[in-house]
């Protein structure tokens, strides 16, 4: 995971007030303390929405944003501090996005199929052209975006990762081998 | 460029291939320009998926947030419609704090269940009056393999539904009793159209929209009870 330090993050969102450590502001969030959620949900909202953004697509990250961090403030007298309140809420952010898609995927079936790579040139036409990561991953087929997000990007060992699609590590595995391989194809030289 | 050893190239990266394998690919790589070329464009790749920065959202979400969570649901309609989804402002309402008790959104709940209830006798009806335009887009129930593979598919959905059936049971006293009721009566529904497929397929076994139909109503209710699972036993 990106940060596993419980503990040592500090919240100086407001310079009025005084530094308060993570776990204090997560105290008093938990019994009732709206100042203090606020102040977690501002310090860690780029994280949610990135994660929303590329797992589910910016259409949707907003609203995904939101109902995570209503979830959050519901579950988070379930927090124990065993890592950072940041890890604890890109799982929760995970597992509600996860369940999302896959209620969606009933109405909108959207196969992985060859097709879906035929966007991708050989090698990018401009050299000048900085490879653009984020849109280059918006293409790729759902399974493999998935686990090259939760792997590559969020840091989620592969074990964790086919538990939470539902799939075997060696799928996990192949999946991830599969995202890269599509998007070197889009490195500059 | 392939090779036998091109698509283990990402797991020695991750350093996850075995002693052998590994001690093998690195020779290998030592002979091989593609492969290492292949490696480096990788390893890149990985490099800046590390680096990728954070993004905030463009509209500050907050407001609608805490209106949701302190129960001021009059404070989502002061929010610029612009800035948030119209469909957020509606759903807007008070959440309970009493947060060892899980409730699904109720908008959420009551329109799946109908639309799954709508849909599937929607579906039912065109399903059975014979429909010619529908069975050509359906898959060929004489095509080797098709009875195998739905009847597979059928028993992985049964198989599904009762461990999800098990997990909400014991899940259930976390959730809230007005949220299990509606639960029930969507699930209800979704049972009876699964009642109506089987009957319907008992007496015409061929059909393949209808043993199609069937399966999809399955999953349909796998969806329900997996995100009714989910929401018991969110952290």
Known sequence: MRDTHPGVALVTGEPEAAAVAEPSLVALAAAGDTRAFERLYRQHVGRVHSLACRLAGREHAEELTQEVFIRAWEKLWTFRGEASFGTWVSRVAVRWILTWRSAQAVQRRRTENNEILEWLPAKAARPDVAMDVEAAMEKLPDGARQVFVLHDVEGFKHEEIARLLEVSVGTSKAQLHRARMLLRRHLDR | ?235
């Open chain 2, 1 to 235: 460029m392939t090779d036998r050893w091109t698509e283990s190239l990402s797991e020695y990266l991750d350093g996850e291939l075995v002693p052998e394998d590994r001690r093998e690919l690195g020779l290998h790589l030592e002979s091989c320009a593609d492969c290492a070329q292949t490696l480096r464009e990788l390893e890149q790749v990985v490099e800046r998926a590390r680096a990728l920065p954070d993004r905030a959202p463009e509209h500050d979400l907050w407001p609608a947030i805490e209106a949701r969570i302190t129960g001021r649901a009059e404070a989502a309609t002061k929010i610029e419609p612009a800035r948030i989804p119209e469909r957020l402002a509606e759903r807007a309402r008070p959440v309970r704090r009493a947060a060892s008790v899980v409730s699904f959104t109720w908008p959420q709940l009551v329109a799946a269940g109908l639309a799954v209830a709508l849909l599937a006798s929607a579906a039912f009806w065109l399903g059975t009056r014979g429909d010619g335009r529908l069975a050509q887009h359906t898959p060929n129930p004489a095509a080797p393999g098709t009875t195998f593979t739905a009847s597979r598919a059928q028993n992985s959905n049964e198989a599904a539904i009762a461990e999800l059936r098990d997990a909400l049971a014991r899940g259930r006293q976390d959730l809230d009793p007005q949220t299990v009721k509606v639960l029930e009566q969507n699930l209800a529904s979704i049972e009876r159209s699964i009642r109506e497929a089987q009957t319907a397929l008992d007496a015409d076994p061929a059909n393949p929209y209808l043993r199609r139909h069937l399966q999809e109503t399955m999953t349909s209710k796998v969806n329900l009870l997996r995100q009714a699972t989910f929401l018991a036993s969110a952290p």
